[in-house]
């Protein structure tokens, strides 16, 4: 039971670059999230999908896309990196479209660095 | 706006000693309320919730935490630390509302002393 997979595990980034941050669950989740943890700031929250077809910013968005894909998969884009986008980021996904309660599960996290 | 405040980014104990990590937050509706556990370089892993019901909320390894709303706090303890229980501690919150949006608090340190 694989839950939330997240690809690459590891990147180093140029200034200006781009890239993609793939997320997938085989958990039949609506709801799909990405966060940034940086130290001391704990987990922000930069966008997060309630169901499929709909996305919405959370408290970080500045500098980031997403793509709900389709159920399974939320991407998140980096159009022009930014040292200050060097963080972990999380994939996490929770069953709930608003109001059950459940929980989030949580991907094992991207290290990005932007040089 | 939801939002979590979780006071000491740094909490030591000692082995045996009891834990208690703080949590207060901020929801204009009623909310779900999540402790998490982090090991170093590693996901995050749910240690309890309150969604409704019983204000005390027991969870794994020992740990349990009570919802209080007149005091808006979810604090997380448990009774004997271990040295296995060293990580990082997050609390988080939910509102009952047609959004899932979950915010997490800044974390709590729990560092354990032989």
């Known amino acids: 039971n694989a839950g939330v997979t997240q690809t690459p595990k590891f990147q180093v980034l140029k200034t200006g670059q781009s890239m993609t941050l793939q997320c997938a669950q085989d958990?039949?989740?609506?709801?799909m999230y990405w966060y940034r943890q940086d130290p001391g700031m704990g987990l922000r929250l930069i966008y997060y999908s309630a169901s499929e077809g709909t996305t919405d910013k959370g408290e970080v968005p500045n500098g980031y896309n997403v793509s709900r894909l389709n159920k399974r998969e939320f991407s998140l884009r980096l159009e022009s990196a930014a040292p200050s986008q060097t963080s972990v980021y999380f994939c996490?996904?929770?069953?709930?479209?608003?109001?059950?309660?459940?929980?989030?599960?949580f991907g094992q996290g991207t290290r990005l660095t932007v040089v | 706006a939801q939002s979590v405040t979780q006071l000491g980014s740094h909490v030591s104990v000692s082995e045996g000693a009891l834990v208690l990590l703080r949590c207060n937050y901020s929801s204009s509706v009623p909310p779900y309320l999540f402790w998490y556990v982090q090991y170093p370089n590693q996901g995050l892993q749910l240690l309890l919730k309150?969604?409704?019901?019983?204000?005390l909320v027991k969870g794994i390894n020992g740990f349990e935490a009570e919802f209080k709303k007149s005091e808006t706090s979810f604090h997380l303890t448990k009774p004997s630390a271990h040295m296995s229980d060293a990580a990082e501690y997050f609390c988080a919150v939910m509102e009952y509302s047609s959004a899932s949006k979950i915010i997490f608090g800044s974390g709590t340190r729990l560092s354990i002393r032989p």
């Open positions: 996490a996904s929770s069953a709930t479209p608003g109001g059950a309660g459940t929980e989030a599960f």
């Open positions: 958990m039949n989740h609506n709801s």
């Open positions: 309150y969604t409704t019901g019983a204000t």
